[in-house]
């Protein structure tokens, strides 16, 4: 899914009035890994080529020099890896006394939106990394029909929690 729509799943579902952290979160899944890709090109000195197809973007992510973002990418969308770090933030907050840190769950939100609206022919999401490369074979969040439905759900819950 696109960035604004993880971001406003993010604070229509989860707890807690944390808007910045449930934004940062709901990207994270994603930021953690075209944010260092997209330096690693600009120390490199290159720009990010503008690919036709997600075809032509798929094989660019193949070649040896690049293929360690798709590495990168199934640990970042690990429902495994992110329940440890989200187990361990509840721990310590609760801890030190402070309040439970709600917008940590903005990332797995982000994962199971993800994991039916990813193909496998396009960062198909292995949502058990390291534990199983399982994967499923959805449908596209980029089909116009999808991104309509995936609007009007999450402005109908954003509606009513905010402003009915
Ligand atoms: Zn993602």
Request: glycine fraction near 4%; aromatic fraction near 14%.
């Amino acid at each position: 899914m696109d960035i604004l729509a993880h971001s406003l799943w993010a604070i229509a579902v989860i707890p807690g009035e944390q808007i910045a952290g449930k934004i940062i979160l709901g990207i994270m899944p994603d930021l953690a890994v075209f944010g260092p890709n997209l330096l690693v090109i600009a120390i490199k000195g290159k720009k990010l080529p503008r690919f036709k197809t997600r075809e032509n973007m798929m094989d660019w992510f193949e070649k040896k020099d690049n293929r360690w973002v798709k590495t990168l990418y199934r640990w970042t969308h690990s429902l495994v890896i992110w329940s440890l770090l989200i187990m361990a933030g509840f721990f310590l907050c609760k801890y030190h006394g402070y309040p439970p840190p709600w917008f940590l769950l903005a990332a797995p939100l982000h994962i199971l939106l993800d994991i039916p609206t990813h193909t496998k022919k396009s960062f198909p999401v292995e949502f058990l990394t390291p534990l199983s490369s399982f994967q499923l074979d959805g449908i596209h969040w980029s089909q116009k029909w999808v991104l309509l439905i995936n609007y009007l759900i999450v402005s109908a819950i954003l509606l009513f929690r905010y402003i009915l």
